[in-house]
């Protein structure tokens, strides 16, 4: 059975960090690409980060240079660091895999929210 389990979310101030990490289990994770993806209230999914299966990383402008995508094949564990954030940061973020690198893929977690406000 294919879980992919968010956690670290919850409420930062502007400016501020979190890491996020996705942990999977289910499926062979060095194999397949993982992205994690955000929908921000009233808007519609986007793909803010995504790292192949051979460590290439790919992220969204609104986040280039604030956020970092990583992997550690040996846990399994897909992770998202997010620094200088902002109030339009703000989502419920989703771990996503797949087997086709720069693609999404049928696994979804079940996102943890960011909160970010002063």
């Known amino acids: 059975q294919v879980q992919l389990v968010e956690s670290g979310g919850g409420l930062v101030q502007p400016g501020g960090s979190l890491t996020l990490s996705c942990a999977a289990s289910?499926?062979?994770?060095?194999?397949?690409?993982m992205n994690w993806v955000r929908q921000a209230p009233g808007k519609g999914r986007e793909l803010v980060a995504a790292?192949?299966?051979?460590?290439?990383?790919k992220y969204v402008d609104s986040v280039k240079g604030r956020f970092t995508i990583s992997r550690d094949n040996a846990k399994n564990t897909v992770y998202l660091r997010m620094n200088s954030l902002k109030p339009e940061d703000t989502a419920v973020y989703y771990c996503?895999?797949?087997?086709?690198?720069?693609?999404?893929?049928?696994?979804w977690g079940q996102g943890t929210q960011v909160t970010v406000s002063s």
């Open positions: 996503n895999a797949g087997p086709i690198n720069w693609k999404l893929g049928d696994y």
């Open positions: 289910g499926f062979t994770f060095s194999t397949y690409a």
């Open positions: 790292i192949t299966t051979g460590g290439r990383t």
